[in-house]
């Protein structure tokens, strides 16, 4: 297992009883484990492609895919979630080459991949417009792609611990183009985006 991956508890709320909580354990990495990973193709056992960049659709915060880098033309592709059908430490693995596909034969993709979102290094912000920090990293479920959770790198004025403030995805208020908007804090230790395995 990579140093990047990591479990996390993350806690549902029932929405039949507001009693009962449920927990699950998922499977959860860094986005750095995420990017120049290699495509390996399942049919040949070899390097098809490189992932360079998650395509983020920002009204879910899921990854949708990846912009892979070609290995034999050199050429932009995109890697679509729903093709990898594992994740192993030497990178994704596909059914073979030809699930590659270019940006422009995607139309269902085509407003998400013109928003070009990015995550990381987004200003975060408090519903009463206090500033918290941006976002340094965020960790994916890797089953669904679903960004669960992100770390915002605070000001030395308000983390002396060098630490970075994680916002579980539940907390997340409103994502515009400028900032990510989340939930009013509770005042407490900030937690280190670099959880060991």
């Known amino acids: 297992m990579q140093a990047a991956a990591f479990y996390?508890?993350?806690?549902?709320?029932?929405s039949l009883?507001?009693?009962q909580t449920l927990y699950t354990i998922s499977m959860l990495q860094l986005s750095e484990s995420l990017l120049n990973r290699?495509?390996?193709s399942l049919r040949t056992g070899q390097p098809v492609a490189t992932a360079v960049e998650?395509?983020?659709?920002?009204?879910?915060?899921k990854i949708e895919g990846f912009y892979c880098t070609d290995r034999f033309s050199k050429d932009e592709?995109?890697?679509?979630?729903?093709d990898i059908r594992d994740i192993i430490p030497q990178g994704f693995v596909v059914d073979d080459h030809d699930v590659?596909?270019?940006?422009?034969?995607l139309i269902r993709l085509k407003e998400t991949m013109s928003i070009g979102f990015k995550?990381?290094?987004k200003p975060v912000v408090t519903t009463s417009r206090e500033r918290?920090?941006?976002v340094g990293d965020y960790a994916t479920e890797m089953e669904t792609m679903y960004i669960q959770k992100i770390y915002v790198i605070q000001n030395m004025l308000k983390s002396f611990t060098g630490g970075s403030l994680g916002v579980d995805r539940n907390q997340i208020n409103e994502i515009t183009d400028k900032k990510i908007i989340i939930n009013e804090l509770l005042k407490g230790t900030p937690v280190s985006a670099g959880v060991p395995a």
């Not at 590659?100 to 034969?105: A, Q, R, V």
Request: aromatic fraction near 10%; proline fraction near 13%; glycine fraction near 6%.
């Open 119 to 121: 995550l990381i290094g």
């Open 77 to 82: 592709l995109v890697l679509l979630y729903q």
């Open 54 to 61: 998650p395509i983020i659709n920002p009204n879910n915060l």
């Open 132 to 134: 918290v920090g941006k």
């Open 100 to 105: 590659l596909t270019p940006p422009s034969e």
């Open 8 to 14: 996390l508890y993350i806690f549902y709320n029932d």
């Open 38 to 40: 290699p495509v390996m």
């Open 17 to 19: 009883s507001t009693s």
